[in-house]
């Protein structure tokens, strides 16, 4: 894969989410639970109120969310986005946008989990009218695997999330040495090229100034139905629209 032409700084993707406001089992209202195996991702806080959830091996945590709140997870957390009224986030993600492009597992219920061919055909979601039922019923399945885990690690036994993290590890497996590409032509081309600017600039040599441009982007799909909530997207250089079985 070629490097990418004027990506983002660092390659990073972005989206614009307007958390769910459907009332999950638990009662709490929000989106789907479930983690990245290669990236971070980050929140920054637009409007509304409302949290994320997170589970990691350490234990189980809450973070407020209010307008001007950062928040940021590493791979292996678990994370739902919680809405209280009128949330709306930036999402900030590594690898030209990789987490909403394939880098995510749910926490759908083990027995899901255990077949590839079933965790599929519960991930995806249709074209059409029936999609909202669908990314609600993919809600709920992978809050019931959420609230196990949950309570597991409330209870002092981390061993059912690190069960989760290993079968995800193998559900991506596959995917992996595509990630690899991306990666390469997104953030590491990205890195280098600043190592190229260093140089030239410590040789003296300023003539990559001369190429200076301004680009623009405004989201080429709104609405869509995310992991976490309804999604406004852009087609930005690396960032291939997300895949919309996820």
């Known amino acids: 894969m070629e490097p990418l032409t004027a990506p983002l700084p660092g390659a ?12 999950a089992a638990d009662g709490v209202c929000g989106g789907s639970p479930h983690l990245h195996l290669a990236c971070t991702e980050a ?11 997170t589970l990691t091996p350490r234990g189980c945590a809450e973070t407020e969310l209010e307008p001007g709140t950062v928040v940021w997870f590493t791979p292996g957390t678990v994370h739902r986005m919680v809405q209280r009224g009128g949330l709306r986030v930036t999402v ?5 946008g990789l987490p909403e492009a394939g880098d995510a597992v749910f926490t759908f219920p083990p027995g899901v989990l255990a077949d590839p061919e079933r965790y599929a055909a519960a991930a995806a979601l249709p074209e059409g009218p029936e999609r909202e039922a669908a990314a609600r019923r993919r809600r709920d399945l992978a809050v019931e695997g959420y609230l196990t ?5 409330e209870q002092g036994d981390a061993e059912p999330l690190l069960s989760f993290q290993r079968t995800a590890a193998r559900l991506v497996r596959p ?11 997104g953030a590491l081309a990205a890195a280098e090229r600043t190592g190229e600017r260093l ?10 100034l001369a190429r200076a441009e301004v680009r623009t982007a405004v989201p080429t799909r709104r609405g869509g139905y995310g992991m976490c ?13 997300p895949y919309y079985g996820e």
Do not use: F
């Open 175 to 185: 995917k992996v040495a595509d990630w690899a590409e991306r990666w390469r032509a």
């Open 43 to 53: 929140y920054v806080v637009t409007g509304g109120r409302g949290a994320v959830q």
């Open 199 to 208: 140089a030239a600039l410590t040789a003296g040599d300023p003539e990559h």
């Open 229 to 241: 909530g309804r999604r406004d997207e852009y087609e930005l250089p690396g960032v291939t629209l």
């Open 149 to 153: 885990l949950r309570d597991a690690l």
């Open 92 to 96: 900030l993600m590594e690898n030209s």
């Open 12 to 23: 990073v993707g972005m989206s614009h989410i307007s958390a769910y406001d459907w009332r």
